[in-house]
T-cell receptor, first 113, second 113 residues
Framework: DAGITQSPRHKVTETGTPVTLRCHQT?????MYWYRQDPGHGLRLIHY???????DKGEVSDGYSVSRSKTEDFLLTLESATSSQTSVYFC????????????FGPGTRLTVT | KNQVEQSPQSLIILEGKNCTLQ??????????LRWYKQDTGRGPVSLTI?????NTKSNGRYTATLDADTKQSSLHITASQLSDSASYIC????????????FGGGTRLMVKP
C-alpha cells in the first residue's frame, strides 16, 4: 500500500460521538486525500491537502473536517458522527498536484450505530 | 453532469477465459483515464493511465483501450487467473479540475476454477 497506513482499520461508534481517523505516509508526498466508498457510489472525495496546514474541500465535505500539521499525517474528523457517515474511508497520496498517480491506503471501515 | 458508468456491475468467468469490462464517461474536458484494481478489503491499485492521445495501453495481461471521441474505454483481461477476482474501477480526470477525480462504481469480477 505504497507506504500508507490508516488507523484504526475498523471502528464502531455511536451517533453523536466525535471520531478521528488518521492517515500516515512515509513517501513524503505533498498531496493527501480522504475519500469515502459506499455501495452504489464510486469513491468520493471528502477533503484534500496540498501541503502542511493547506487543505480544501471535496465534493462531500459536509460533516467532516481535516487537519495536517505534519507532511506525513492527515487527520479526518467527524465532529458528531451520524449513521449516514457509515462507510469505508480511504486515504490517498500523490506527488503532484495534478493527482496523476494516486496511491491508496488500506482503508478504515467505520460503522456509526 | 460529469459521470462515469461501468458495465457490467458484476461478472463471473472461468479461470483461463478472457473478459472485457466497459466504461463510458461524460466527464469533460477530458484529461486522462485510469483503471484501478481493488481487492476485497484493500485500497485501489492503479493498472493503467491513458491520456487523450493514447488508444491502447497494456500492463501484463491487462489491456486498456480508449476512444476519446465516443468517450468509451474498455479493460480486457487475458487468460484470467483466480487472483484477478476483484473490483475494477474506471476513473476519469477532468482537465483544469485540480485534484478532482470522477470514479465509476466498479465492476466486480469473480474468476472461478
Amino acid at each position: 500500500d505504497a507506504g500508507i497506513t490508516q488507523s484504526p482499520r475498523h471502528k464502531v461508534t455511536e451517533t453523536g460521538t466525535p471520531v478521528t481517523l488518521r492517515c500516515h505516509q512515509t513517501e513524503n508526498h505533498r498531496y493527501m486525500y480522504w475519500y469515502r466508498q459506499d455501495p452504489g457510489h464510486g469513491l468520493r472525495l471528502i477533503h484534500y491537502s496540498y501541503g502542511v496546514k493547506d487543505t480544501d474541500k471535496g465534493e462531500v465535505s459536509d460533516g467532516y473536517s481535516v487537519s495536517r500539521s505534519k507532511t506525513e499525517d492527515f487527520l479526518l474528523t467527524l465532529e458528531s458522527a451520524t449513521s449516514s457517515q457509515t462507510s469505508v474511508y480511504f486515504c490517498a497520496i500523490s506527488e503532484t498536484g495534478e493527482g496523476y498517480e494516486q496511491y491508496f491506503g488500506p482503508g478504515t471501515r467505520l460503522t456509526v450505530t | 453532469k460529469n459521470q462515469v458508468e461501468q458495465s457490467p456491475q458484476s461478472l463471473i468467468i472461468l479461470e483461463g477465459k478472457n473478459c472485457t469490462l466497459q466504461c463510458n464517461y461524460t466527464v469533460s474536458p477530458f484529461s486522462n483515464l485510469r483503471w484501478y484494481k481493488q481487492d476485497t478489503g484493500r485500497g485501489p491499485v492503479s493498472l493503467t493511465i491513458m491520456t487523450f492521445s493514447e488508444n491502447t495501453k497494456s500492463n501484463g495481461r491487462y489491456t486498456a483501450t480508449l476512444d476519446a471521441d465516443t468517450k468509451q474505454s474498455s479493460l480486457h483481461i487475458t487468460a484470467s487467473q483466480l487472483s484477478d477476482s476483484a473490483s475494477y474501477i474506471c476513473v476519469v480526470k477532468r482537465n483544469n479540475a485540480g485534484n478532482m477525480l470522477t470514479f465509476g462504481g466498479g465492476t466486480r469480477l469473480m474468476v472461478k476454477p
